[in-house]
């Protein structure tokens, strides 16, 4: 071997010494920081508010190198145009990206050209917020807005990354899309009338597909304006609601379950509701609700009786004071009190004035509250409004309130017709049996023959008197308030 000839493995060693080199020249140098900042547009062709009759072109420069790869589809989804046109091209270069439109930019419009927040650098950091460009080929940019939320229908969430066409009388469609938050702001737009629509784009084709959730809503715009619309969004449906269950609350309600959600917005005093039963005459229907309209009725009883329990405390420390005010004007000399007396207030008769709807009294302080009916709480979740108020989101369930109890272990039939579905399908219902089933004993209740007359009954459960004596009402008293649908 030649002595200036280095061994083999010198050789080598020295070729995976270049390998390794070439390898680390990719990485960020040794001990250098992270690139954790995401691209930046740092010019434009044309520049934004810039008016170009004939348009072929709009480039979007940037700060570093961009991946050629996009989040969530191909690099066409990097860029939205509105109004919509022809086909939209987008190039890549190593710091642009370049937008062309197939048949070109219209002229006498104003384009607004989006950078949507999926392009990345080569370190896969990505834009957070996309990047409007106003351009106009001959009309004139005014500062109109079209803007609002798209949000669920059934629970109220906001829908993020929702497409949203808003199609102009002139037959012109501008777009645009949900942020996070489910917001959307279309900018510039003519003044004029607006059908919108959104949807989940879900194949990611840009086109509204029967299949993909959607809604929409209208909208009229002035120059120089800004409105906001709201648009709920549901899955497509074809079915109407059909009747699944029937199940007795209490003694005189019944709670009917169906298999899609109800409008909300119609009164459950359109439905039809029937009982049947083979057994003697079925109870009358004197009320019904949707079941946000239930939990709302319950709530205004509950708190209308929760008044009148707290006025009759003020009336009972209006009537001590005026019975030691009666006391304290006697003269001693005049009137003998027995030892332990209550001296009557001087005019009882306007304290039990006072009392409507409760039981007359000679003694000093309020008169006795007859019991309130008992109202029965809807189990489970229950829909209403939304905690701002400014939505009602629906539910499944219809409750009927009856005008006489259901007897135990009696088999009934319920008939519904006229429901309508929360996709405005009509000709919902259907019949289905059910039964007030017998609850099981209680074996660790008090004896209720051990306690006092019936008499003593009051609304507390805890302390109820001789239960031999009172109708089977379960739990309900006669003395319901009638049942009016508060919305």
Not at 181 to 191: C, T
Not at 201 to 220: F, K, L, M, P, Y
Not at 409 to 417: N, W
């Amino acid at each position: 071997m030649n002595a200036a000839t280095p061994p083999v493995s010198a050789l080598l060693a020295g070729v995976a010494m270049a390998v390794l080199a070439s390898c680390a020249r990719q990485e960020a140098p040794p001990g250098g920081p992270e690139d954790l900042r995401p691209p930046v547009v740092v010019r434009t062709e044309p520049e934004t508010f810039a008016t170009v009759e004939e348009l072929d072109e709009v480039r979007f420069e940037f700060d570093e190198r961009i991946s050629e790869r996009v989040g969530g589809g191909g690099l066409n989804s990097a860029i939205s145009v509105s109004p919509r046109g022809g086909d939209v091209k987008v190039g890549h270069g190593r710091r642009s990206l370049t937008v062309q439109m197939e048949g070109g930019f219209q002229p006498g419009l104003v384009y607004r050209i989006t950078l949507n927040p999926v392009v990345s650098d080569l370190f896969g950091n990505q834009l957070r917020d996309p990047f409007e460009l106003i351009l106009s080929t001959g009309g004139e940019p005014v500062p109109n807005t079209l803007a609002g939320e798209v949000w669920d229908r059934i629970d109220g969430s906001a829908m993020p990354n929702a497409v949203v066409y808003a199609t102009a009388s002139d037959g012109l469609v501008h777009q645009g899309s949900t942020d996070r938050d489910g917001i959307f702001a279309l900018r510039y737009l003519p003044a004029g009338s607006f059908n919108l629509t959104a949807f989940e784009d879900a194949n990611r084709d840009g086109e509204i597909d029967s299949t993909e959730v959607q809604g929409g809503s209208s909208a009229t715009l002035a120059i120089g304006d800004t409105v906001l619309v709201d648009i709920p969004i549901l899955a497509p449906d074809t079915a109407a609601a059909i009747l699944v269950e029937a199940e007795a609350l209490d003694s005189v309600t019944v709670v009917l379950e169906f298999d899609d959600y109800l409008e909300p917005s119609l009164s459950a005093l359109e439905v039809d509701v029937q009982i049947r039963t083979e057994e003697g005459a079925a109870p009358g229907i004197v009320g019904r609700y949707q079941e946000a309209a239930y939990v709302t009725f319950f709530e205004e009883v509950t708190d209308s009786f929760a008044r009148l329990d707290s006025l009759d405390a003020e009336e009972a420390g209006r009537a001590a004071a005026a019975a030691t005010a009666a006391a304290a004007a006697v003269p001693e000399d005049s009137v003998t009190v027995a030892p332990g007396a209550v001296v009557a207030p001087p005019d009882t008769a306007v304290i039990e004035s006072l009392g409507t709807g409760r039981e007359a009294s000679n003694q000093p302080g309020p008169p006795r509250r007859v019991p309130p009916s008992r109202l029965t709480p809807l189990q489970g979740s229950a829909p209403g409004p939304t905690p701002d108020g400014r939505r009602v989101l629906p539910g499944k369930r219809i409750v009927v309130l009856l005008d006489a109890p259901l007897p135990y272990d009696v088999p009934y039939e319920i008939d519904v017709t006229g429901v309508t579905n929360i996709n405005g399908l009509t000709d919902g219902g259907g019949t289905v049996e059910f039964i007030r089933v017998t609850p099981p004993l209680d074996t660790t209740a008090v004896d209720t023959l051990a306690l006092g007359d019936s008499s003593l009954v009051t609304d507390d459960s805890t302390n109820v008197g001789d239960s031999v004596a009172l109708p089977d009402t379960g739990g309900a008293s006669p003395a319901r308030p009638s049942p009016v649908e508060s919305r």
